[in-house]
């Protein structure tokens, strides 16, 4: 059902635009993709400050920023970007609040609709930004949120990020100390929350854990309830916002690591390498503008949550939803996007694998018609959704499997507009992002499976660690890395297997701290979940590889069932076979077993590697309870190593 006067009119891609205006001046190719990222990549103070001017960055430029001066110091992990340059991640979203029409758009579970115009949001972060000074927040101060993903949470990042003061955010499906645990580290002086929230059909009341949790965070900050009749007298009242401009790598906000093994690692990015990457990978990689309507289903403690709000910079209506994305059913979403006419939708292969599994067909149960991309992040997706999403969602329909990380807050590579789209792969390498796979002898390979680098720096790498102050964990996590032929210092190691194919595609085949060796060969778990979440039966696998005494090594699969499904002798023949026939014998399990549920960090990730450990009986395993979806199951996983037999 497709209304031919709501589809949107898209000429050629931004990308191509930006090549055309940046040929003469930067030198820059206007051909072919692959042509453009290689130059980018080659010469990355050039390309950067082409795309600077490309947007129009709203900047101060004070002593020692040159013309010219992009990167006063180019050596990661130390890279210093546009030395004497100011300016503030709010006024690139400020530049456009002529717009007519929705700025933010918030959905609840049970269909409550609220709209934030353009018109009125400069006002209403004006109106908030002049309460928190009011309350003692100055430039560098911490402000934190505790709130589930509605519309008024953006403002009030906003309003945080206008005084350059530190936003930092955890969703309130934490309880006060795990919250705690994350925001305690950055002592904020105020504390954004909300009653509570509906999921699954229910409400939670969040008012004692709120309540928990300012008792818990050094000096009680104070409290502003975004659905209180105060809140709501303070909005009531435009205020003209007062933008501070601060240095190009002042903390915009803090994210955190998991912490399922230790602290969350406190990681922080600034505002103009925010500014840039979001530019780029919203408008030029997802040609995004303000025709565009941009929803990505996410929540407060993910970074798509922060990378959600860059659809502002470029003109979009940004859409949130706070609810289950399968309440009442695997339509919820589809309707949403049919209601809100969203152009852009970010999901999860999860989410795609339920809608498959419902049966649905949503191009023809729903109007589509100003659908043109899917992006989906959280773990590779299978080639075979990408199929469904062209037959059952639209042929025109792009698919972007993106793959990025909290480290950075953007993503390294993914679809790219106007580029051919290959199930099962990542369409680019982003702009500006040097991503290799490398061999342990440090050697780009092609075709083959390797770690993931990146070679040259990226504006929005982490300014720094939280309380880090020589930088040694910083250098640890991405620095550190033993490779056959000796350290590599300058380099960024981020942990993936990946293939880099002779197209410039990539295929993620997992984490490589989470290797599977067998015999020697090592394997991607990735590609095994690939197989065994295709079967109808299984809703999701878990695989592990686990070192045993004197050599031994036990390679078992977990699945999870559909309702009424048993594991019985014929639907293990059945993961076998497939995984045999798609894969090989080597990737065939040693044990099949039916799992009460499989574990996973609150944004998604599975455990793979602390539960590895656990079930090899590692002592001094230390999981945080608080950063697991579902800590019960730890035990149950515990239980299933100290029972397999060794001989």
């Not at 898209?10 to 990308?15: I, T």
Request: with cysteine.
């Amino acid at each position: 059902m497709t209304d031919e006067r709501n589809t949107v009119p898209r000429s050629e891609p931004q990308w191509k635009q930006f090549a055309a205006t940046t040929a003469a001046q930067h030198g820059a190719p206007s051909g072919s993709y692959a042509e453009l990222w290689q130059w980018s990549v080659d010469h990355p103070a050039r390309f950067w400050r082409a795309l600077w001017e490309h947007f129009d960055v709203h900047a101060e430029v004070g002593p020692g920023a040159g013309d010219d001066a992009v990167l006063a110091d180019a050596t990661m992990p130390r890279t210093v970007w546009f030395p004497g340059v100011q300016l503030n991640y709010v006024d690139q979203i400020l530049r456009h609040t002529a717009h007519a029409g929705a700025a933010i758009i918030g959905i609840d579970e049970d269909g409550t609709r609220t709209e934030i115009s353009w018109a009125e949001l400069a006002g209403r972060i004006g109106a908030v930004a002049a309460e928190l000074r009011r309350l003692g927040v100055q430039t560098g101060d911490c402000v934190a949120a505790y709130l589930p993903d509605v519309a008024e949470a953006m403002v009030a990042f906003l309003a945080t990020a206008a005084i350059g003061a530190v936003w930092s955010a955890c969703g309130q499906d934490y309880a006060p100390q795990g919250a705690a645990s994350r925001l305690a580290q950055l002592q904020p002086k105020v504390l954004f929350s909300a009653d509570g929230y509906q999921l699954g059909g229910k409400w939670f009341d969040k008012r004692a854990d709120t309540k928990e949790l300012v008792d818990l965070l050094p000096g009680r900050p104070h409290l502003l309830v975004l659905d209180s009749d105060d809140y709501r007298r303070l909005i009531a009242t435009p205020v003209t916002p007062e933008v501070t401009a601060v240095a190009f790598d002042h903390p915009l906000w803090v994210l955190f690591s998991s912490g399922t093994t230790g602290k969350p690692k406190g990681i922080v990015h600034g505002h103009g390498g925010v500014i840039l990457e979001h530019l780029k990978a919203t408008a030029l990689q997802g040609d995004l503008g303000p025709d565009d309507v941009f929803f990505w289903q996410t929540a407060l403690s993910w970074m798509m949550w922060n990378f959600r709000i860059a659809g502002l910079m470029c003109g979009s209506t940004v859409v949130c939803y706070s609810g289950h994305p399968l309440n009442p059913d695997a339509d919820r979403l589809w309707q949403l996007l049919e209601d809100e006419k969203v152009t852009y939708f970010g999901t999860s292969p999860g989410h795609l694998l339920a809608s498959r599994k419902a049966g649905l067909h949503p191009g023809t149960e729903h109007d589509l018609g100003r659908l043109t991309t899917i992006g989906s992040t959280g773990s590779p997706l299978p080639a075979d959704l990408f199929d469904w999403v062209r037959e059952e969602v639209g042929e025109n329909v792009a698919v972007s499997s993106i793959s990025g990380g909290t480290d950075v807050v953007t993503a390294f590579a993914g679809g790219t507009a106007g580029e051919p789209v290959i199930p099962g792969e990542l369409t680019t390498r982003y702009l500006g992002v040097a991503l290799y796979s490398w061999s342990p002898q440090r050697q780009p390979l092609i075709g083959e499976v390797g770690e993931m680098v990146i070679t040259t720096p990226m504006p929005s790498m982490p300014v720094r660690f939280w309380n880090d102050d020589d930088g040694s964990r910083y250098r640890a996590a991405y620095f550190d890395h033993h490779w056959a032929e000796g350290p590599a210092p300058h380099v960024w190691r981020h942990g993936d297997w990946v293939t880099v194919t002779d197209r410039g595609s990539l295929i993620i085949h997992g984490r490589s701290d989470a290797t599977l060796n067998r015999h020697g060969i090592r394997m991607g778990s990735a590609d095994i979940y690939e197989v065994v979440e295709a079967i109808d039966a299984v809703t999701e696998g878990f695989v592990l590889g686990i070192d045993g005494p004197d050599g031994a090594y036990w390679m078992p699969l977990f699945v999870t069932l559909t309702p009424g499904r048993v594991l019985d002798d014929e639907l293990v023949g059945v993961i076998r076979s497939a995984i045999r026939t798609k894969l090989s014998p080597r990737h065939v399990p040693d044990d099949i077993i039916a799992a009460p549920g499989i574990p996973h960090t609150r944004t998604g990730k599975k455990l793979e590697v602390p539960v590895t450990a656990i079930m090899a009986g590692h002592a001094d395993v230390s999981l945080d309870p608080r950063s697991i979806d579902n800590p019960d199951l730890i035990d149950w996983y515990r239980a299933q190593g100290a029972e397999h037999s060794w001989v």
